[in-house]
């Protein structure tokens, strides 16, 4: 069993900065390959970004890139997506997912992933 659990969410301006952080716990975490997805309700769970279990591999959304940026610490057993630029279609709430990868590979669909934490609200104004 892992446990993720998020924190960071919050409401801000768009062009605002927000810190998502994801804390694992239970198993080898540098064993997993991370991800992070967001959801709007009634839409369904988007892919958002990606970080292999070395971290030498990362993958965005295209409607992200150049403004969000996934990290890992296999030493804290944390990973951190750091979004600037913020904009109002950037809102949902956003879940670390965590996956038993046997390549040093990013994920990019949901369905492999194995663990999830319990979701962290992200609010952008206009």
């Known amino acids: 069993q892992v446990q993720l659990v998020e924190s960071g969410g919050g409401l801000v301006q768009a062009g605002g900065s927000l810190r998502l952080s994801c804390a694992a716990s239970?198993?080898?975490?540098?064993?997993?390959?991370m991800g992070w997805f967001r959801q709007d309700p009634g839409k369904e769970r988007e892919f958002v970004a990606g970080i292999s279990w070395s971290g030498a591999n990362t993958y965005y959304t295209d409607s992200v890139k150049g403004r969000f940026t996934i990290s890992r610490d296999n030493a804290k057993d944390t990973v951190v997506l750091q979004m600037n630029n913020l904009k109002p279609e950037d809102s949902a709430v956003y879940y670390c997912a965590a996956d038993l990868a046997t390549l040093d590979v990013v994920t990019i669909t949901s369905g492999p992933y194995d663990y999830w934490g319990q979701g962290t609200q992200v609010t952008v104004s206009s």
């Open positions: 239970g198993r080898t975490f540098s064993n997993y390959a």
